[in-house]
């Protein structure tokens, strides 16, 4: 009877190492995405004042999604919202000359169109980083 409940022990423990095994290494996926660019006052046309950039989360088999977003501008300034694939506002904001923006965002994985729109002027210069990369 004791060998019986050893060999039955023994195989649940096997079960419930595999099913960790295969979480951390098997089901978890890797995502990362980027949009940059620079805004070149030189080349500023008033059709082209608003700059729309996606990026397509394809993956959400992981604990977090991490945003890192920096503007940096040595000239003018803008203003930009990042949309959610569900088109809610998840950050908005100013950025002016001389000034460095850079933030870190933790939010849950949200598979879609995520989208970023940068309204410049015709004195804005700079450059932008948009990064969505899974996090455990």
Not at 97 to 118: D, F, M, S, T
């Amino acid at each position: 009877m004791k060998k019986k409940w050893a060999i039955l022990l023994s195989v649940v423990c096997l079960v419930v190492l595999g099913g960790i095994v295969y979480y951390s290494f098997y089901y978890k996926e890797h995502f990362y995405g980027s949009v940059g660019g620079v805004f070149l006052a030189e080349e500023y046309e008033e059709k082209y004042k608003d700059v729309v950039r996606d990026i397509n989360v394809h993956k959400t088999r992981y604990d977090k999604l991490l945003i890192t977003h920096e503007i940096d501008l040595d000239g003018g300034s803008l203003t930009f919202e990042l949309y959610d694939p569900n088109n809610r506002l998840i950050k908005s904001g100013k950025v002016t000359n001389g000034q460095i923006y850079a933030e870190k965002l933790e939010l849950p994985p949200i598979k879609g169109e995520w989208r970023v729109e940068y309204h410049t002027n015709a004195q804005t210069n700079g450059q932008y980083n948009l990064t969505l990369e899974s996090s455990d």
